[in-house]
């Protein structure tokens, strides 16, 4: 991995035929800094990462020294009818984009050709995607484009289009756009070994070239991008590829503020008795900045949020305006997002409220402002959505993040001030995915007979797979190739052939329809459909989302159609629930909630620590650490005095402020006598995740009781219905050694386990979720799977067990850094710090309320934190 040098303009004209020289000058005037990066490199064929901002000219980075390649062989006469390069993009709409946007300077290039050199050029670019008829593809077999442009699943379906795949025999360059969004998902896996039996097929090496947003580490992205090269013997000497990266991430200013929209509840004990609303007041700002600006983006962190934000405004701009409000989210009809891209490209719509579905790189056209109602929860994301605005690399990108409440504040003023300091959070390349290993063996298969080694080499260099061990495809191709016959019984057939003895395996007859038809990754979800168990068993209450059930064990609690229900089972797509008077323990919206990451939380921690140290030295007064918050974090003063008093108030009463390198475990009963254990922790929420269900399952099995859960991103609370407890001990109960078998077992019976095993078995081919042209629905689906799943958990490390386990320990929850915690506990770079207090400290208030989210009005749940503020503000008078 090489850093690229940049390039002067001059030594980039001097390489580009001269007419495409004149047209670039002509219509551009200067090449931007990704274009300065990368367009000689790719004219020397040189792999190449580029990392740069939204509307810094990387497609004309990847494309330019393409088409001057493509231009040069048209006058020579020597452009062939085949495929010279693949564009891949996540997106179908983004392939779409970039069509569009070649096709406008390719025209205008070959019109100059024309009159300057007398050369047709004829470049021809097209997108096949799932959506190109029939018609279009026979098209594109008799006449290929030049250009071709696809999806991750289209790409790996080509490979085994006989025909088609000939021309791509002589591939000169393969693009991964927005390869960030992929690089760390399954996704990312498939389309990996896409590219090596891509390469294995084609006649010599093709340059890869991948365009990113803001990532970090960009040398782990770069190693994915381009894997290893051919390899001597089984599984040794594999070779890294060569790889230039071209950071220019931060080539665009960025502009951000923190925006308090009223006073919260610690500055002055009055505030306590406002009864401002703080919901409206949000709203309001939110209105306030859409109409100062001629365009604004709304990003919110939930879908049910970017609709709660667009009918409010709508109602709040009046008539003229109220056409001109938006809403864009996956859950949206496509010609519903299609509409409002195109209404922001024209300048037609006043605002957006959005998810994360429009923090890819669709074009959108220039925004003046982008507003973040709560915490990105990462840096990284953070940047990637105020940098839609300010579309031109010229402009200045600026975001307003507009907090919701004293959690929110901090954070908000961390990343922010990460993000000027250019502080990234790390992407994990996704690990070795067997599910996804065993589709494209089935494809490997319909492509000719295989030596097992030669399969295993070619695996291995795709970037995920580096660490497959040779037992593992074994174990794939025994799955594959039906020698569990005990799963005949759940009609689970064999897809492939396979001689152990020899070390070959080959294709089966009726496989290829069945493979061409589950190429992919994305799980097929649904709703669940909700009935009342008894006393009238079958009376429908409503529906849930797969995500949601997942958080869901019997015995959980949550409302639904403003009543409250107890889970007791599901069936298929069908769940079955109590009534229950009482307190909810699953708040309605926790399967939508984005998590906080690992290297943000650090952050956080850090400015904990920062800010206890100030407090404690008492060598600076109140005034001049608000005067340092207002400086190192740009707050403004009424932000900055509510984090003071925040943190001062969690100091006096608690004696103690949790930090990265301390977690305080805080144990209280409740007004009705329940033992809670609360654990102020800040490691990103999947680690939180992967914690929580360790010591809940550990606790659970020491005292032989019953342990609910409730979680954010600054800790946890592990309720019981009893308070004999050893808090002292409970730290010890769970290490770096046992953490992953605790999880393993806590994980076994769950939702959780059985919704994320469905769907490793449909990658894997196990569960068919089409067949002879027939769908087969999501609830048949898992009923098979709950089927198959019977058998398959006493088959000895079965891959697709194994992988399902695999998926919900690294990617549901964090694992590694929940081990990296706990060794730093043990090693004692990380201190345990246990307190007993009567009334929970303020930095959990978040967390009580949390509890009680779902049946108390947002007023109410300001009364009750108010209420608690007051109980630890008299506590702290007493004393």
Same mark, same amino acid.
């Given at each position: 991995?090489?850093?690229?040098?940049?390039?002067?303009?001059?030594?980039?004209?001097?390489?580009?035929?001269?007419?495409?020289?004149?047209?670039?000058?002509?219509?551009?005037?200067?090449?931007?800094?990704?274009?300065?990066?990368?367009?000689?490199?790719?004219?020397?064929?040189?792999?190449?990462?580029?990392?740069?901002?939204?509307?810094?000219?990387?497609?004309?980075?990847?494309?330019?020294?393409?088409?001057?390649?493509?231009?040069?062989?048209?006058?020579?006469?020597?452009?062939?009818?085949?495929?010279?390069?693949?564009?891949?993009?996540?997106?179908?709409?983004? =392939?779409?984009?970039?069509?569009?946007?070649?096709?406008?300077?390719? *025209?205008?290039?070959?019109?100059?050709?024309?009159?300057?050199?007398?050369?047709?050029?004829?470049?021809?670019?097209?997108?096949?995607?799932?959506?190109?008829?029939?018609?279009?593809?026979?098209?594109?077999?008799?006449?290929?484009?030049?250009?071709?442009?696809?999806?991750?699943?289209?790409?790996?379906?080509?490979?085994?289009?006989?025909?088609?795949?000939?021309?791509?025999?002589?591939?000169?360059?393969?693009?991964?756009?927005?390869?960030?969004?992929?690089?760390?998902?399954?996704?990312?896996?498939?389309?990996?070994?896409?590219?090596?039996?891509?390469?294995?097929?084609?006649?010599?090496?093709?340059?890869?070239?991948?365009?990113?947003?803001? !990532?970090?580490?960009?040398?782990?992205?770069?190693?994915?991008?381009?894997?290893?090269?051919?390899?001597?013997?089984?599984?040794?000497?594999?070779?890294?590829?060569?790889?230039?990266?071209?950071?220019?991430?931060?080539?665009?200013?960025?502009?951000?503020?923190?925006?308090?929209?009223?006073?919260?509840?610690?500055?002055?004990?009055?505030?306590?008795?406002?009864?401002?609303?703080?919901?409206?007041?949000?709203?309001?700002?939110?209105?306030?900045?859409?109409?100062?600006?001629?365009?604004?983006?709304?990003?919110?962190?939930?879908?049910?949020?970017?609709?709660?934000?667009?009918?409010?405004?709508?109602?709040?701009?009046?008539?003229?305006?109220?056409?001109?409000?938006?809403?864009?989210?996956?859950?949206?009809?496509?010609?519903?997002?299609?509409?409002?891209?195109?209404?922001?490209?024209?300048?037609?719509?006043?605002?957006?409220?959005?998810?994360?579905?429009?923090?890819?790189?669709?074009?959108?056209?220039?925004?003046?402002?982008?507003?973040?109602?709560?915490?990105?929860?990462?840096?990284?994301?953070?940047?990637?959505?105020?940098?839609?605005?300010?579309?031109?690399?010229?402009?200045?990108?600026?975001?307003?993040?507009?907090?919701?409440?004293?959690?929110?504040?901090?954070?908000?003023?961390?990343?922010?001030?990460?993000?000027?300091?250019?502080?990234?959070?790390?992407?994990?390349?996704?690990?070795?995915?067997? *599910?996804?290993?065993?589709?494209?063996?089935?494809?490997?298969?319909?492509?000719?007979?295989?030596?097992?080694?030669?399969?295993?080499?070619?695996?291995?260099?795709?970037?995920?797979?580096?660490?497959?061990?040779?037992?593992?495809?074994?174990?794939?191709?025994?799955?594959?190739?039906?020698?569990?016959?005990?799963?005949?019984?759940?009609?689970?057939?064999?897809?492939?052939?396979?001689?152990?003895?020899?070390?070959?395996?080959?294709?089966?007859?009726?496989?290829?329809?069945?493979?061409?038809?589950?190429?992919?990754?994305?799980?097929?979800?649904?709703?669940?459909?909700?009935?009342?168990?008894?006393?009238?068993?079958?009376?429908?209450?409503?529906?849930?989302?797969?995500?949601?059930?997942?958080?869901?064990?019997?015995?959980?609690?949550?409302?639904? =159609?403003?009543?409250?229900?107890?889970?007791?089972?599901?069936?298929?797509?069908?769940?079955?629930?109590?009534?229950?008077?009482?307190?909810?323990?699953?708040?309605?919206?926790?399967?939508?909630?984005?998590?906080?990451?690992?290297?943000?939380?650090?952050?956080?921690?850090?400015?904990?620590?920062?800010?206890?140290?100030?407090?404690?030295?008492?060598?600076?007064?109140?005034?001049?650490?608000? *005067?340092?918050?207002?400086?190192?974090?740009?707050?403004?003063?009424?932000?900055?005095?509510?984090?003071?008093?925040?943190?001062?108030?969690?100091?006096?009463?608690?004696?103690?402020?949790?930090?990265?390198?301390?977690?305080?475990?805080?144990?209280?009963?409740?007004? !009705?006598?329940?033992?809670?254990?609360?654990?102020?922790?800040?490691?990103?929420?999947?680690?939180?995740?992967?914690?929580?269900?360790?010591?809940?399952?550990?606790?659970?099995?020491?005292?032989?009781?019953?342990?609910?859960?409730?979680?954010?991103?600054?800790?946890?609370?592990?309720?019981?219905?009893?308070?004999?407890? *050893?808090?002292?001990?409970?730290?010890?109960?769970?290490?770096?050694?046992?953490?992953?078998?605790?999880?393993?077992?806590?994980?076994?019976?769950?939702?959780?386990?059985?919704?994320?095993?469905?769907?490793?078995?449909?990658?894997?081919?196990?569960?068919?979720?089409?067949?002879? =042209?027939?769908?087969? =629905?999501?609830?048949?689906?898992?009923?098979?799977?709950?089927?198959?799943?019977?058998?398959?958990?006493?088959?000895?490390?079965?891959?697709?067990?194994?992988?399902?386990?695999?998926?919900?320990?690294?990617?549901?929850?964090?694992?590694?850094?929940?081990?990296?915690?706990?060794?730093?506990?043990?090693?004692?770079?990380?201190?345990?710090?246990?307190?007993?207090?009567?009334?929970?400290?303020?930095?959990?208030?978040?967390?009580?309320?949390?509890?009680?989210?779902?049946?108390?009005?947002?007023?109410?749940?300001?009364?009750?934190?108010?209420?608690?503020?007051?109980?630890?503000?008299?506590?702290?008078?007493?004393?």
């Amino acid at each position: 991995m090489r850093t690229a040098r940049e390039y002067k303009e001059k030594e980039i004209y001097e390489r580009l035929e001269p007419y495409i020289g004149a047209w670039f000058r002509k219509k551009y005037h200067h090449f931007t800094p990704p274009q300065r990066y990368a367009i000689v490199e790719i004219m020397n064929r040189n792999n190449i990462l580029i990392c740069a901002p939204t509307g810094s000219g990387k497609t004309f980075a990847c494309f330019l020294g393409i088409i001057n390649y493509l231009c040069k062989l048209c006058s020579a006469n020597k452009l062939e009818d085949r495929i010279y390069c693949l564009f891949i993009s996540p997106l179908k709409a983004l =392939g779409n984009d970039i069509r569009r946007n070649l096709e406008e300077p390719l *025209d205008e290039i070959a019109k100059i050709a024309k009159e300057k050199e007398g050369v047709d050029t004829g470049i021809r670019v097209a997108v096949r995607t799932g959506d190109t008829t029939q018609k279009e593809r026979q098209s594109m077999l008799r006449k290929p484009p030049h250009i071709l442009i696809t999806t991750p699943e289209s790409a790996a379906i080509i490979l085994n289009a006989p025909k088609f795949r000939l021309h791509l025999k002589k591939l000169d360059y393969v693009i991964v756009d927005e390869i960030h969004e992929i690089a760390d998902s399954k996704r990312g896996a498939h389309l990996s070994i896409t590219l090596e039996r891509l390469q294995n097929f084609c006649s010599s090496e093709f340059t890869r070239i991948g365009m990113s947003a803001t !990532i970090s580490p960009l040398e782990e992205v770069a190693k994915f991008l381009v894997g290893y090269s051919e390899s001597e013997g089984e599984g040794e000497g594999l070779e890294q590829r060569d790889c230039l990266i071209a950071d220019v991430s931060f080539a665009k200013e960025l502009e951000l503020s923190v925006i308090v929209p009223l006073n919260f509840i610690f500055v002055q004990s009055d505030v306590a008795k406002q009864d401002t609303d703080t919901t409206a007041a949000l709203y309001e700002k939110v209105k306030e900045l859409v109409e100062k600006h001629e365009s604004t983006l709304i990003f919110t962190n939930t879908r049910s949020g970017a609709e709660r934000v667009s009918y409010k405004l709508a109602k709040m701009v009046g008539e003229v305006d109220k056409d001109k409000i938006g809403t864009h989210h996956g859950s949206l009809s496509r010609e519903t997002r299609f509409a409002v891209e195109e209404g922001l490209k024209e300048g037609k719509m006043k605002a957006v409220a959005c998810s994360s579905s429009l923090e890819l790189g669709i074009d959108i056209g220039a925004l003046d402002l982008c507003v973040l109602i709560g915490s990105p929860k990462s840096t990284t994301r953070l940047i990637q959505r105020a940098g839609r605005s300010g579309h031109r690399l010229e402009k200045t990108a600026k975001g307003y993040l507009v907090v919701t409440d004293m959690d929110d504040l901090v954070e908000c003023a961390v990343l922010a001030r990460r993000a000027k300091d250019k502080k990234l959070d790390k992407v994990r390349v996704v690990g070795c995915a067997l *599910d996804v290993l065993a589709q494209h063996l089935v494809g490997m298969s319909l492509e000719q007979k295989w030596n097992v080694v030669d399969a295993y080499n070619l695996i291995r260099r795709a970037y995920p797979y580096r660490d497959l061990k040779h037992d593992q495809l074994v174990s794939v191709l025994r799955y594959l190739s039906g020698m569990h016959s005990e799963l005949e019984n759940r009609k689970v057939y064999a897809k492939i052939w396979y001689d152990e003895e020899e070390g070959v395996f080959g294709r089966k007859r009726s496989t290829r329809g069945i493979y061409m038809t589950h190429v992919g990754t994305i799980p097929s979800e649904s709703s669940v459909q909700v009935f009342l168990r008894a006393p009238r068993p079958k009376e429908w209450i409503g529906e849930i989302d797969e995500p949601f059930l997942e958080k869901l064990a019997p015995g959980d609690t949550f409302v639904l =159609g403003g009543k409250t229900y107890k889970f007791v089972s599901v069936r298929g797509m069908r769940a079955y629930v109590d009534p229950f008077d009482g307190m909810p323990t699953i708040p309605a919206w926790i399967g939508e909630m984005l998590p906080l990451e690992y290297d943000s939380a650090i952050e956080i921690g850090k400015f904990r620590e920062e800010i206890e140290k100030k407090i404690e030295e008492r060598s600076e007064e109140k005034r001049e650490i608000v *005067d340092w918050l207002k400086k190192e974090y740009r707050l403004e003063e009424t932000a900055a005095e509510n984090v003071f008093a925040y943190f001062e108030e969690q100091k006096r009463y608690a004696r103690v402020i949790p930090n990265h390198r301390r977690i305080v475990i805080e144990h209280y009963c409740d007004d !009705i006598g329940r033992q809670n254990i609360a654990f102020h922790a800040l490691y990103g929420r999947r680690t939180l995740d992967a914690l929580s269900r360790a010591y809940a399952y550990a606790i659970s099995i020491a005292y032989k009781t019953n342990v609910s859960i409730t979680i954010n991103d600054n800790g946890f609370i592990l309720k019981l219905p009893h308070k004999n407890v *050893d808090v002292e001990s409970v730290a010890g109960l769970v290490n770096s050694d046992n953490i992953e078998e605790m999880l393993r077992k806590s994980v076994w019976k769950t939702e959780l386990f059985k919704r994320r095993f469905r769907h490793c078995a449909v990658r894997g081919l196990m569960v068919l979720k089409q067949y002879k =042209g027939y769908e087969i =629905g999501v609830g048949k689906q898992q009923r098979s799977s709950a089927s198959i799943l019977g058998v398959a958990k006493k088959i000895e490390n079965f891959p697709i067990v194994e992988e399902a386990f695999r998926e919900i320990l690294e990617e549901v929850f964090d694992i590694e850094h929940a081990k990296e915690v706990l060794r730093g506990v043990e090693s004692g770079a990380i201190e345990i710090r246990t307190i007993k207090t009567p009334v929970p400290s303020p930095f959990i208030h978040n967390l009580v309320a949390l509890q009680a989210s779902d049946v108390v009005l947002m007023e109410s749940r300001r009364e009750l934190l108010q209420e608690l503020h007051r109980r630890v503000m008299a506590y702290i008078e007493e004393t």
